[in-house]
């Protein structure tokens, strides 16, 4: 299992512990995710996505899950939230 966002690609980074001495030793900087359920206004269900945290004030900001999806570029998105979004815009062109 990736540690990566399903909504907006965030994934590791990587950098310096540097020490007093000025030490360097390669860390690993982890996004924060978390394992949340969004609940999508135009299909009426609701789904589970390990989004950052980052992502989901985003989603909030932006109205829901169905606003940030129309909004969604598909080259960030999991392969899932690939899924959905196109749920999505097919529901809402009908």
Known sequence: MSRRCELTGKGPMSGNNVSHAKNRTRRRFLPNLQDVTLQSD???????????????????????????????????????ALKVKKEITKATAA
Do not use: Q, Y
């Open 42 to 80: 135009v299909l009426g269900r609701s789904f589970k996505f390990k989004i950052s945290n980052a992502a989901l004030r985003t989603v909030d900001h932006r109205g829901g899950l169905d606003a940030f999806m129309a909004k969604a570029k598909d080259v960030e998105l999991s392969a899932d």
